[in-house]
């Protein structure tokens, strides 16, 4: 390879490895494509004029990769809310810059407005379409302290790794398969089963993410090696997440959209 090649790759390297966040792109785009198969009619629709030619899936990493950009940084924090143990988050400190709970408020807002244009709704769609799935990865709602599990090492067969990294993209990865097989291995839900999984409204969501979070956290100990017993143990966890994650955005998309 020349060095025109090798400055190419090094670059697209560098792009790609600040997205591996919030699920990875594979556990957002497996959370789309389960949301996809429950929307409305009214739903598909409405979507199709906002997104035009883009899908769920296509715009469900959209949140990750505009983080480089110096404009948007605003929305990092939008990502995830910390709410310190034994608090709800109407008791928590709130961030001022935002956090997760009231990024997805604000989406709903934006696409619910009839004064809103198609680009607002565009960009803000897509940001939903990321925040739900954010919403369903337990240390998003982690604490404040480790940065939601990011300070917390630990080791993934053997590499240095941290414990918020091992929930969004390790395991996922390590169980070898891709977006769409993840989305079909769950198997179409009844009415009465969606309804059991989207019910309860944002802030009961939320507080179930924190006893999933808190249940993370003592899953294992600073410095654990972690590997094919911790994957045996918790991948059915991560992949009832990203199942509800995206029935539950279906759900707020169909509530949207009717």
Known sequence: MNKLGICILLTLLSCFSGLADDWGQKGHRATAAIATNYLSGKAKKAIKEILEDETLVTVSTYADEIKSYKEYRKYSSWHYVNIEPRLSYADADKNEYGDLVMAIRTCEDVLTSDTSSREEKAFHLKLLVHFIG???????????????????????????????????????????????ELSTNFGKVTKKEFKMFTSGDLLSWVSEGQKLADEVYSSAEIGEELGYRYSADYMSLVTQQLQKGGLRLAAVLNEIFD
């Open 134 to 180: 954010d919403l369903h990865q337990p240390l998003h709602l982690g604490h404040a302290a480790d940065k939601g599990g990011n300070d917390f090492q630990v080791r993934w067969f053997k590499d240095g790794t941290n414990l918020h990294s091992v929930w969004d993209t390790k395991m996922i990865e390590g169980y070898g398969m891709s977006y769409s």
